[in-house]
């Protein structure tokens, strides 16, 4: 049986990947980087290999938050993310959920590119906050104009 501690870890969990999501979207950096341990490691390769393209391993907190900055620098974007599933294990947590992606060029809302993936989440607890260790993204299914992420 699930104790009140655990369900307050769960949520605070969860809220990690919303810090994420709310970071990108809001074009945050302080929020985005507020996601992530200083070593932490992004690794989108499986959902860009079914996009048709290759993405770097990001690997540490500032390359991360520059390169998802950078890279969505040209877009308006909204995150959702739904279905999360946390289990925990004292100081670490592993989170699964679905997120979906859309994109759209700032300067061209009538082109789209949406992605719904699966995130595969491992996370740390530091003091009395949750932070990413590694992120891996991989596709279930995406729509629109791939050419619109060829923008930046």
Same mark, same amino acid.
């Given at each position: 049986?699930? $104790?009140? $501690?655990?369900?307050?870890?769960k949520f605070a969990v969860i809220e990690t990947l919303y810090r994420f999501a709310a970071g990108i979207d809001l074009r945050d950096r302080e929020l985005l980087a507020s996601a992530f341990v200083e070593n932490a490691v992004s690794d989108f390769g499986p959902a860009a290999a079914k996009a048709g393209f290759e993405?770097?391993? %990001?690997?540490g907190r500032? #390359?991360? #938050?520059?390169? %998802?900055s950078d890279s969505l620098s040209g877009f308006d974007t909204t995150h959702s993310v739904s279905n999360p599933r946390v289990s925990l294990d004292g100081?670490?947590?592993r989170l699964e959920a679905i #997120?979906?992606?859309?994109?759209l060029p700032s300067n061209d809302h009538s082109r789209h590119y949406l992605m719904k993936n699966r995130y595969d989440v491992q996370l740390?607890?530091?003091?009395?906050v949750w932070r990413i260790e590694r992120v891996t993204v991989d596709n279930v299914w995406r729509t629109g104009d791939l050419a619109v992420l060829a923008v930046v």
């Open positions: 049986m699930m $104790n009140s $501690n655990d369900t307050a870890d993405y770097p391993l %990001l690997q500032e #390359v991360i #938050v520059a390169a %998802l100081d670490k947590a #997120v979906e992606a859309q994109h740390a607890r530091q003091g009395e």
